[in-house]
């Protein structure tokens, strides 16, 4: 049975159908499972996660749903609370075989999906009857978008996935993550960054790379790697300690901020503060995607959100600039400006108002060749550089390349008492 790779053996209880609770490495944790037809259900276990405040687990494996009003109103009764936990405890949905119709997956935290399952708000067949088109269900093409966080090539890698994710994360959000052991030291220098992250700031590199380098045991949980991957944003551990981590990707669109990785970063950044989930950023970024449909779907808005989601977070935010930082997308990505505690740089970092080139021909005009080439060194040497940076205090150090771990890790012991307030509110708007 499913549960029994999920849970620890002999945990579970029930609690009703098709409910219960039981424990992930020793951690209480509760479970819903929908298989087949929708019919309703009741809301007793997902009211016990957040009495209790333990993360909750539901699973669907589900045909559709019954076609009555008692049922669409269980399954609304549902949506409502799941919706209160939001912010409260972890709410994680696994998505096995289909799920049509009852679609409150989307209202967890994350969305784990095998790639042979097909999900849907609406029916394949209604869709298929308004349309005259098959209806693109499967969680491969789902992945790509924001609806999936995780696709499993089966039932089993799903549930050690779950139990993989909230290995990083606390039952609630009044706890902190528990802290993992570990063997590689804290002081462990981390050379290979300087043989990884190319000298030209023209030429790319993959930032996971970076990534891996400095976390612990190089073990670095992803999420959404399908989805927007000029960004990439996962759990990492620093002396045992979980982080969330967001970084520029210049392997994709040469690390540019677009629409989708703008909303893919400030979901994240929301979640890790919820959760007391310190945040480490790595940037390189030559600005947002110039693109005028990008401007026409709703960039502008997005882009503030995720500067109102760094400016609001009240745990750790540490910022490590690895290469370029470019305008607005740079000040977005957790910079001193919307609240970053610790921002190192790299020696060969590169700060502009808009990028270098852009910058020099705004300031001088038309140019040589000959010219324009003098006018850009000279930027390079006197204003575009770490050591301005620093001097402006718009970074706190500049640090070598090996020693990013160590940093990161005094960063994080120093801020473990960080206290923050924000002035009293109801919600965003």
């Not at 045909?63 to 209160?84: M, V």
């Not at 640090?399 to 801020?415: E, F, Q, Y």
Request: net charge negative; with cysteine.
């Amino acid at each position: 049975m499913t549960l029994d790779v999920l849970l620890d053996e002999g945990s579970f209880s029930e609690m009703g159908q098709n409910a219960g609770f039981g424990t992930i490495d020793g951690r209480p944790v509760c479970v819903y499972y929908f298989k087949g037809v929708f019919e309703g259900c009741s809301t007793e276990v997902v009211d016990l996660a957040l009495k209790t405040g333990i993360p909750l687990i539901t699973i669907f494996d589900c045909e559709g749903i019954k076609i009555s009003h008692s049922t669409l109103a269980n399954l609304a009764n549902l949506f409502s609370r799941i919706s209160i936990a939001s912010g409260v405890i972890p709410r994680i949905s696994i998505i096995l075989g289909n799920c049509h119709g009852a679609f409150c997956y989307a209202e967890t935290d994350f969305v784990i999906a095998t790639k042979d399952c097909k999900l849907s708000v609406v029916m394949p067949d209604i869709i298929k009857l308004v349309t005259g088109k098959d209806a693109e269900v499967d969680g491969i093409k789902h992945a790509r978008t924001e609806n999936i966080h995780f696709i499993a090539e089966s039932d089993e890698e799903a549930m050690m996935l779950a139990r993989r994710l909230l290995s990083y994360l606390p039952l609630n959000n009044m706890e902190d993550p528990p802290i993992a052991e570990t063997s590689d030291e804290p002081s462990r220098q981390t050379e290979q960054i300087a043989n990884i992250i190319p000298e030209d700031p023209h030429k790319v590199y993959n930032v996971k790379d970076v990534i891996t380098a400095v976390v612990d045991d190089g073990d670095f949980l992803e999420v959404q790697s399908d989805f927007a991957q000029n960004a990439v944003v996962g759990f990492g551990r620093f002396d045992g300690v979980t982080v969330g981590i967001v970084a520029n990707n210049p392997m994709i669109y040469a690390g540019c901020l677009d629409l989708n990785s703008v909303k893919k970063i400030t979901r994240f950044v929301r979640f890790c503060d919820a959760f007391n989930i310190p945040i480490v950023t790595f940037v390189d970024t030559p600005g947002y995607l110039p693109d005028n449909q990008q401007e026409l779907s709703g960039l502008p808005y997005y882009a503030t959100k995720l500067m109102q989601a760094y400016a609001e977070a009240t745990v750790p935010l540490i910022t490590i600039i690895l290469r370029k930082a470019y305008g607005a997308a740079y000040i977005a990505m957790g910079s001193k400006f919307v609240g970053a505690d610790i921002v190192y740089a790299y020696p060969n970092a590169e700060f502009a108002v808009t990028d270098i080139d852009t910058d020099v021909r705004l300031l001088h005009g038309e140019l040589s060749e000959e010219e324009r080439k003098k006018k850009l060194e000279e930027y390079r040497r006197w204003e575009a550089n770490a050591n301005r940076a620093l001097e402006r205090r718009h970074i706190d150090a500049i640090i070598d390349p090996k020693w990013t771990r160590s940093k990161i890790i005094n960063a994080l012991r120093m801020l473990e008492t960080k206290r923050r307030k924000l002035p009293p509110k109801k919600h965003d708007t």
